[in-house]
């Protein structure tokens, strides 16, 4: 579809540091016995359920002569453990551009919003990999014309994760959508002269932002 290649990417640009992981000694109150617990925050074994559970998200924000993109990608989720996470993923994104500034003289307008569940895997304290189910709705508007369509998808993606504080962490990952929906925002689909779908291939998902956990 044509209105994908008029989708603009933005992401927050973030410090990297090397994560490593903390080692706690949590005396049983005999001389010879300590317990010794690896973790990539605190006593994974004496935290609180509240102090589990995180929200955060992505701010997008890009422009230039005749265009403008704003984007936004608030999180919630839960650490059954140190390895994983899961949680609820939204996304809003709107794009436009002016007709003075379009190859055609007709304005473009695109919004697209989502909502969908993600699982993430921590092998190591500054990587993960992470799969979503994303149900897409958008409309994009050409001159007077107005088409709405929606889209499920399947995004795949690898992280990297760097933490400022005990309780907050930067991210950046980058992903693709692996199903081969034609209105899904994350494929550029083109069509031949009969209508029919010629082409497509997935747009590159980039997303960075924060991570900030409760009671830490």
């Known amino acids: 579809m044509n209105y994908k290649k008029f989708l603009v990417a933005g992401?927050?640009?973030?410090?990297?540091?090397?994560?490593?992981?903390?080692?706690?000694?949590?005396?049983?109150g005999k001389e010879d016995e300590q317990e010794i617990v690896v973790n990539r925050y605190q006593n994974d074994t004496?935290?609180?359920?509240m102090s589990r559970l995180f929200f955060g998200g992505g701010l997008a924000v890009?422009?230039?002569?005749?265009?403008?993109?704003?984007g936004v990608n608030p999180l919630v989720g839960y650490s059954p453990s140190k390895y994983w996470d899961l949680g609820l993923a939204l996304n809003f994104n709107y794009n436009?551009?002016?007709?003075?500034?379009?190859?055609?003289?007709?304005?473009q307008k695109l919004t697209t919003y989502g909502v969908g569940p993600f699982v993430r895997f921590n092998p190591v304290s500054f990587l993960f990999i992470q799969g979503q189910f994303e149900e897409n709705w958008g409309t994009f508007k050409y001159g007077s014309d107005n088409t709405s369509f929606n889209a499920a998808s399947l995004i795949g993606s690898v992280g990297y994760i760097s933490r400022f504080s005990n309780a907050g962490?930067?991210?950046?990952?980058v992903?693709?959508?692996f199903l081969h929906n034609q209105y899904s925002p994350y494929r550029d689909v083109d069509y031949d002269q009969n209508g029919k779908v010629s082409s497509n291939t997935p747009i590159p998902i980039i997303?960075?932002?924060?991570?900030?956990?409760l009671h830490r």
């Open 11 to 28: 992401l927050l640009m973030m410090s990297a540091h090397l994560v490593n992981a903390q080692i706690t000694i949590d005396s049983t």
């Open 46 to 49: 004496k935290q609180k359920p």
């Open 62 to 70: 890009g422009g230039g002569s005749g265009g403008a993109a704003v």
């Open 96 to 107: 436009s551009v002016s007709k003075d500034y379009s190859w055609d003289n007709v304005s």
């Open 169 to 173: 962490s930067y991210f950046f990952s």
């Open 175 to 177: 992903g693709m959508d």
């Open 207 to 213: 997303r960075g932002g924060v991570f900030i956990y």
